[in-house]
């Protein structure tokens, strides 16, 4: 019995010590200790999809290039131009983060896609499949850059799909 226990105890600080090595790479890499994402609506369809799970980048670690400058750079993210970013609206960190498209940054005072100025300076977002910007839509103001989370990175289809699954409790009872 003490030989098995034992054994077991080894087998878990093995597994302790493979988990920490795959973590300690991963935020080396990313710059993130959240190194992933999954996708929950399908306001970025066609290029993600719900249960999508999106590999991000720290956004201390990359320049957010937005849709206006990827166009005018010809540089594209997710099949259209420009970065997807996650972020927190309007900086609560208790909301879900949203993956939308920066689409351009606005200074504060310049005008908003509804028509009012902006309240700071921020990017504008869009979901790739909505009709309009986050900020009419969603109420949300301008995203500043402390409220960015991370930047998509890479799409991996159908992996996101546990991450929802405990998040929306489907499996208690």
């Avoid at 009012?116 to 990017?123: D, I, K, L």
């Amino acid at each position: 019995m003490k030989e098995a226990l034992l054994e077991a105890g080894k087998s878990l600080a093995e597994a302790l010590i493979i988990v920490a090595i795959i973590v300690s790479v991963a935020y080396a890499a990313t710059g993130t200790w959240h190194i992933g994402f999954a996708v929950e609506s399908g306001s970025m369809e066609p290029n993600m999809h719900v249960g999508d799970l999106i590999f991000v980048q720290a956004p201390l670690r990359t320049n957010i290039t937005t849709y206006e400058a990827g166009k005018m750079l010809n540089y594209t993210s997710f099949n259209n131009y420009g970065d997807v970013i996650i972020y927190r609206p309007n900086g609560f960190s208790s909301a879900t983060p949203i993956i939308h498209r920066a689409m351009y940054w606005v200074e504060k005072g310049e005008e908003m896609p509804d028509g009012e100025p902006a309240p700071h300076a921020g990017y504008i977002t869009k979901g790739d499949n909505n009709p309009c910007p986050d900020q009419p839509m969603l109420g949300v103001g301008p995203v500043k850059p402390e409220w960015v989370v991370a930047v998509a990175r890479v799409r991996i289809p159908y992996l996101g799909y546990p991450s929802i699954i405990l998040k929306k409790g489907f499996l208690r009872k």
